[in-house]
Structure formats: structure tokens, C-alpha cells
Nanobody
Framework: QVQLVESGGGLVQAGGSLRLSCAASGRTFSSYTMGWFRQAPGKEREFLSTVSWSGGRTYYADSVKGRFAISRDNAKNTAYLQMNSLKPEDTAVYYC?????????????????WGQGTQVTVSS
């Protein structure tokens, strides 16, 4: 069982940056692939990025490639999403998730555990 808690969301102007954190409970954090998703009102949950258990492999959706960076610190049981050059269309609730898969997982159903989400609002 893994419990995830996101933090770091807020209101930022277009072009600004935010760093989201995802704190995990449990001693098995390092065995999970971690991912970040977002969901805007009236839209489906959108995959953003994933990082392997070791941090050695990362993958990004085209919509955020070059602007967002995923990372993890297994010693702190925490995953991160650094978001730069934010745009108004990045406004959404952002979720972190943990997957027991060992491959690149980009679909919500591939993830076993989810956080409660943190709101990110980008003003123009």
C-alpha cells in the first residue's frame, strides 16, 4: 500500500515556474514507477510524465516535453515535477501516481495508487 500526497500547486503568471512534490508513505516507494497526470475541467485525465524506479528512465508527453522535468529522490520517498514556461492551458488539477509496472506507463489504468491532486492555475 502506498499513500501519495501532492503539494506545490498554486497560482502563477504565464511564463512562470512551479515545482510539484509527491510525498509517498511506505517502505516500497523505490520499487514503483511514478507518473504525473493532470485533469482540466470537462477534460479527461492527461498523462504528462513518468520516471522509472531508479530515476534512470523518463518519458514525457509532447505537450510538456522541454518545459517539464520529472525526478525522484528515493531516500526521501518523494517524486517531483518541475514545470517551467507555464501557459494558461496548463491550468488543471495535477496528480501523481504510482505504478507497479516496469515499463513506460502512460495510461491512468496502469497506475495503482493516486494522490488527491493539487491545483495549478496559470494566469495570462
Amino acid at each position: 500500500q502506498v499513500q501519495l500526497v501532492e503539494s506545490g500547486g498554486g497560482l502563477v503568471q504565464a511564463g512562470g515556474s512551479l515545482r510539484l512534490s509527491c510525498a509517498a508513505s511506505g517502505r516500497t516507494f523505490s520499487s514503483y514507477t511514478m507518473g504525473w497526470f493532470r485533469q482540466a475541467p470537462g477534460k479527461e485525465r492527461e498523462f504528462l510524465s513518468t520516471v522509472s524506479w531508479s530515476g534512470g528512465r523518463t518519458y514525457y508527453a509532447d505537450s510538456v516535453k522541454g518545459r517539464f522535468a520529472i525526478s525522484r529522490d528515493n531516500a526521501k520517498n518523494t517524486a517531483y515535477l518541475q514545470m517551467n514556461s507555464l501557459k494558461p492551458e496548463d491550468t488543471a488539477v495535477y496528480y501523481c501516481a504510482a505504478s507497479s509496472t516496469t515499463y513506460i506507463a502512460t495510461y491512468p489504468h496502469e497506475y495503482d495508487y493516486w494522490g488527491q491532486g493539487t491545483q495549478v492555475t496559470v494566469s495570462s
